[in-house]
């Protein structure tokens, strides 16, 4: 039985896909979406500029094995996000400053990692967002476990497939088929542009209530 499983190389999102999510947030993109919000527990390391959108690259590893994610930085391409499925393990440290100066150096634009990482000070240093369940002192090893590379994952709770689009912010990272981009693209610039629309009349006096039609909800169901 083979220990390594290895897909093809994943097609890149189109430009135009990174330039209009690159406009939007993704919390913006939470008012009328559910599905590929990755889960909560995986935070950013450090605080990061604007919205990140790239091209998943999937790697699954076990426990205490990083063999397969020291290769797979090879099939890293500019634009690039790298997911990593832990496949359960919440103790090892597969990720730190010398793997992720590695995934820089190839063009990542960012690593989502379902568990912890070591060396979060080397790794700001080296200017590659991150973001995972926490810190840990314990690494793992080149133990020839096996795993997989752009083959389906999960990670934060979200199926991720090699291709599929990455959209990272301070508010978290979300998923999304290729072929459900543009739908969500579309709706996530319009309402984008309508953000913040409000903040002059509330300063004015007006109440958020009175503007979103809260209140009058509110006072049907008291009538």
């Known amino acids: 039985m083979k220990k390594y499983h ?19 947030e993704v ?22 500029h604007g919205t990140l959108v790239g091209t998943a690259v999937t790697v699954a590893i076990p426990g205490t094995d990083s063999t397969l994610l020291h290769h797979a930085i090879s099939a ?18 597969c990720l730190g400053g010398g793997v992720a100066f590695a995934a820089k150096v190839a063009g990542a634009i960012a690593v989502v ?22 810190i840990s002192g314990i690494t793992t090893r080149l133990n020839d476990l096996g795993g997989s590379l752009n083959k389906p994952v999960s990670c934060g709770n979200v199926p991720v ?10 508010c978290g990272v979300l ?34 209530g009175d503007l979103s039609g809260a209140s009058k909800m509110v006072a049907a169901a008291l009538e």
């Not at 290895?6 to 939007?24: K, M, N, Y």
């Not at 919390?27 to 990061?48: D, E, K, N, Q, Y």
């Open 6 to 24: 290895i897909g093809a190389e994943p097609s890149r999102i189109d430009a135009s896909l990174i330039e209009g999510f690159g406009a939007v």
């Open 76 to 93: 890293i391409r500019p634009g690039d996000v790298l997911v990593i499925d832990r496949l359960g393990d919440t103790r090892h440290a």
């Open 175 to 208: 998923v999304l088929p290729p072929d459900e981009a543009q739908e969500v693209l579309v709706e996530g610039a319009q309402r984008q542009a309508r953000a913040n629309r409000n903040r002059g009349r509330i300063e004015a006096g007006e109440k958020l």
């Open 161 to 170: 497939m090699p291709g599929d689009v990455v959209m990272l912010d301070n």
């Open 113 to 134: 990692l379902d568990g912890p990482c070591t060396d979060a000070e080397e790794i700001i240093e080296v200017g590659l967002p991150v973001f995972c369940t926490g």
């Open 27 to 48: 919390a913006t993109i939470g008012h009328f979406r559910h599905r590929g919000f990755v889960s909560h527990r995986l935070r950013p390391i450090a605080p990061i």
